[in-house]
């Protein structure tokens, strides 16, 4: 009773708007940001973009609150409402906007960029004069300058070697593109008509959803349409109170461990409590490891959209994503940690600490949900760059993958085989794309038998992908982790396997790569076998079901003496 009485007196009373035309301008809204998000699909000229999908769109109000946002990529949760924020209230405050302008930023200590490859744009949506709302899209641009190509370096110890780090700029100024600020950029990367094309795929995108807001305005008229949002957002605050109200009150807590970060060779362990008390909930972060001197360091922006994250899969329910939905969760991120950095920390392997810290929040959530919470997934997107120069000097390529694996068991079936997880969600880029644009040949893509942690619900398989480059020469960046601590099993089930990188299998060349590297030299025939950990196993594997076992042995995803020793079979 007491948890009810706390939802009821903290959101707003929404008997005032009409809840038929609230979810007719929700279903507008979040057609306009899908609308954004096929333009700027479609118009990219980066595979990371056009296949990867590796990008947001988003539409904002005045004050900088998230109205709507496109699903396809949860790691952009929440992260262009504090960028908008900070350009209002510290760099180009509101009356400075003119209609056709076009905002530009990608420092990661802003909010909404990730690190220095996400470039964030802007564009205020003017009704009569008047500023109406905001668009607004983040997407992954295969290089931004810096020491290595990519802007990927994983011996970085400063995000000044990482890339150009763009503070909130004007980059069109009533209509009109300022050129100095496109020759600047431009000047300091190395595929300038690749970036430029997705910069332009950015700027069509956001002409899309000023188009289609002002249309919507138009129809429902800009009052109605407001009082819809202010709406919306209470009622998403609604569903998520309700969604942590239906957990138990209590103090959970959990520590899971990266293997390194690429420079010593020292675990970071991420630290958390999760506290659940009524409707509200704490994600307090103490006792992780201060931020490093070297780039897996993670802004506070990117480990909270991993919190908001886990906690709308946790709920199950159709929350509209908009700021309302984040106003029951509360942080206490440490400054100058592994979770929370400080400039000039490095930030562009991230990613390492976002899959972990996806890991650590839902382990702590299985403690408080035992019968809804997966095991570990594969736990970190094997991330790598391959760029070379043709022998004919007449071209430079850049190769951009993202490898996933085997999801965890869950309480009620096995996890997926080779499918991208959680946070991250990357699409796949076809076997041909990638053959048809660089000069490499993908020699093996198969599922790994007995990959999958062990379980009642059995985790699942990993994958194997060979790579060889077919001419002259390339060099190799690689961002990846569970090569030391598999991801975990729940319940008696057993972790899943550890990745493995390796350089010329079964030669006498052989040789294992390391989790995080950069500069590998790679020559003509080179073959680098990428191996991504399987899931975590969910309950004990003598309690799965013989057929299950059977199938599985039939199917080749586990050998018999697995099947023998393991399941008892």
Not at 39 to 46: C, E, G, K, V
Not at 162 to 176: A, F, N
Not at 399 to 418: A, C, M, Q, T
Not at 465 to 471: A, G, N
């Amino acid at each position: 009773m007491e948890k009810a009485r706390s939802i009821k007196n903290q959101v707003h009373d929404l008997k005032k708007v009409d809840p038929v035309m609230m979810q007719v301008v929700k279903n507008g809204l979040d057609s306009i940001a899908e609308q954004m998000a096929i333009t700027l699909q479609r118009t990219a000229h980066s595979p990371v973009i056009r296949e990867v999908l590796d990008f947001a769109t988003a539409l904002m109000d005045t004050q900088g609150r998230l109205i709507s946002q496109t699903s396809g990529a949860p790691i952009f949760v929440n992260a262009m409402g504090p960028t908008l924020r900070f350009v209002l209230e510290h760099s180009i405050p509101l009356e400075q906007w003119e209609e056709g302008d076009v905002f530009l930023v990608n420092d990661p200590y802003l909010g909404g960029s990730q690190h220095l490859p996400d470039i964030v744009m802007f564009r205020p949506i003017f009704k009569l004069g008047k500023l109406a709302g905001v668009c607004g899209c983040v997407a992954h641009h295969v290089d931004v300058g810096g020491t290595s190509p990519g802007s990927y370096t994983m011996t970085a110890d400063s995000i000044f070697q990482e890339g150009l780090r763009i503070p909130p700029v004007k980059l069109y100024s009533k209509g009109c593109l300022v050129e100095d600020i496109k020759k600047l950029f431009l000047a300091n990367i190395r595929l300038p008509d690749f970036v430029w094309g997705d910069i332009e795929a950015q700027l069509a995108c956001m002409r899309v959803g000023e188009r289609s807001f002002l249309e919507l305005l138009d129809r429902y008229g800009s009052e109605t349409t407001m009082e819809c949002v202010d709406a919306l957002m209470d009622y998403s605050e609604r569903l998520v109170r309700h969604g942590i109200n239906a957990m138990p009150n209590g103090r959970y807590e959990f520590k899971d461990w990266l293997d390194d970060d690429g420079v010593n060779d020292e675990p970071v362990v991420i630290r958390l409590a999760l506290i659940i008390e009524d409707d509200c909930i704490t994600a307090d972060f103490t006792g992780s490891d201060p931020q490093r001197n070297a780039p897996i360091n993670c802004s506070q922006s990117m480990t909270g959209a991993v919190v908001h994250y886990c906690l709308a899969a946790a709920i199950g329910a159709d929350v509209p994503v908009n700021e309302g939905a984040f106003r029951p969760v509360k942080f206490i991120m440490p400054e100058a940690s592994i979770v929370s950095a400080s400039p000039p920390a490095p930030v562009v392997g991230r990613m390492a600490i976002v899959h972990r810290t996806c890991d650590t929040v839902l382990g702590a959530m299985a403690e408080a949900l035992p019968d809804q919470i997966p095991a570990a997934y594969y736990g970190m997107s094997t991330t790598y760059h391959l760029s070379g120069i043709a022998p004919d000097k007449s071209m430079t390529w850049a190769l951009f993958e993202i490898e996933v694996g085997g999801w965890g068991g869950s309480p009620k079936r096995d996890g997926l085989e080779s499918c991208s997880a959680h946070i991250h969600n990357p699409a796949n880029t076809p076997v041909e794309m990638v053959e048809r644009l660089h000069p490499v040949q993908i020699e093996r893509y198969e599922l790994i038998p007995d990959s999958g942690g062990p379980g009642r619900y059995r985790g699942g398989l990993g994958i194997r992908r060979d790579l060889r480059i077919l001419e002259g020469n390339a060099h190799l960046t690689i961002l990846a982790d569970r090569m030391k601590f598999g991801p975990y099993g729940l319940h008696g089930g057993e972790q899943g396997s550890l990745t493995e990188i390796i350089l010329n299998p079964d030669t006498p060349k052989e040789r294992k790569l390391p989790s995080k590297v950069t500069g590998v030299a790679l020559k003509s025939g080179d073959i680098v076998s990428f191996r991504t950990s399987g899931g975590g196993g969910w309950g004990n594997p003598r309690d799965r079901d013989r057929k299950a076992v059977q199938r599985d042995l039939l199917l080749g995803k586990i050998s018999r003496r697995i099947a023998k020793e393991v399941y008892g079979f």
